[in-house]
């Protein structure tokens, strides 16, 4: 498997790579919800030896569901909007394990063809960016992805880093003889050479829709990992999973903090909206392994974030965007979350600004 530094140079934590000229400073609010999960986060952040705080150490001990948001330091990493072929890198890096009890299900699939149903019947588990969908038509077997929320310039990045990513899944189940004969499906053109790596499975650019596919013949040919039991209990695993993603309290909490700021209503307010008591929110959140302050704390952080990279905005201006009274307790706090001042920051991933504070 190729490595990630042969396309993406990793930029030393003091480099200031670009960041896109074009962006516009209000997010859709979909950005705010949980959507990727953070095993995905650290993993890449390790890949690309980015800088980690305790605090969001400390946030990710829980395996959660993250806001897209979150993955912005990614983006600038790997200098997504510039070069998104390279998420097709990124996908490929992303280990079997990494997709929990989906890809430990497609693993022990009866075929490849069964291995598309149940990554498309799993995948929400830790891809919400998404809808997928298993067909079976005209000789062909395959799994469409189609994105569910709007992903601005970095849409390219990101559809690269996920169609790649679950046709990597495939290559633990099948003989690389088979995969040969499936195609990657791009609605796209064709990369220049030296954008990405050479393909080693045929791509079909300015395809109708993303995805992959297979031939009937080989999608439905028996598998030699196929395991019954193995499938049936993760499974099992799964479904739970979905069951717990569906009715998150942290979920709906975390949507109405975005959906009220920066006027971000209390505890109190929260379960009067969501028609509970307080302590029953507290509990029930308390079950899911997080808080209100730290949900609170991570919203206002990753709106903070969104604005020092991608606006002009003074500190002060943005203290007051994300209800914070002061300038001094804004810094404090986004130091606590992140590590580094909100100055530093901005120089950090946005130095052509700087000298405007």
Not at 100 to 127: D, K, P, V, W
Not at 292 to 306: F, G, I, S, T, V
Not at 333 to 344: I, L, N, Q
Request: hydrophobic share 40%; with cysteine.
């Amino acid at each position: 498997m190729p490595k990630i530094d042969q396309l993406m140079p990793v930029p030393h934590p003091l480099a200031t790579p670009e960041p896109a000229k074009d962006l516009v400073v209000d997010l859709p609010a979909e950005w705010f919800l949980p959507s990727v999960h953070s095993m995905y986060f650290q993993l890449f952040s390790r890949l690309l030896a980015l800088p980690m705080s305790a605090a969001q150490r400390d946030s990710l001990a829980q395996p959660r569901l993250l806001p897209l948001l979150d993955y912005l330091p990614i983006f600038d990493a790997t200098l997504a909007v510039h070069q998104p072929h390279g998420g097709r890198l990124l996908g490929l890096q992303i280990p079997m394990a990494a997709h929990g009890s989906m890809g430990a299900a497609a693993l022990a699939s009866a075929s490849i063809a069964h291995a598309l149903e149940t990554i498309a019947r799993y995948a929400h588990i830790r891809n919400r960016l998404f809808d997928f969908e298993c067909r079976r038509e005209q000789g062909w077997v395959s799994l469409w992805m189609r994105p569910r929320i709007p992903l601005q310039d970095y849409g390219l990045f990101v559809q690269n880093v996920t169609v790649f990513a679950k046709f990597s899944i495939l290559r633990g189940l099948a003989h690389p003889a088979d995969l040969q004969r499936g195609r990657l499906l791009l609605p796209w053109d064709a990369p220049e050479a030296g954008q990405a790596p050479a393909d080693d499975v045929p791509c079909v650019y300015q395809a109708p829709a993303l995805g992959f596919e297979f031939p009937v013949e080989v999608a439905d040919q028996p598998s030699v990992l196929s395991d019954p039991d193995l499938y049936r209990h993760v499974c099992q695993a799964g479904d739970e999973e979905l069951e717990r993603l569906k009715g998150s309290i942290s979920a709906r909490v975390r949507h109405l903090l975005h959906a009220h700021q920066p006027r971000w209503p209390s505890l109190e307010q929260v379960a009067d909206a969501l028609s509970t008591s307080r302590r029953t929110l507290l509990r029930k959140l308390e079950s899911e392994k997080i808080g209100y302050q730290q949900l609170l704390d991570e919203a206002r952080n990753e709106l903070a974030c969104w604005y020092l990279r991608q606006s002009r905005m003074p500190l002060a201006h943005v203290a007051e965007k994300i209800g914070f009274s002061d300038q001094t307790n804004f810094s404090r706090s986004f130091k606590r979350w992140k590590g580094c001042s909100p100055r530093d920051y901005r120089r950090q991933f946005a130095a052509e600004v700087a000298t405007s504070l």
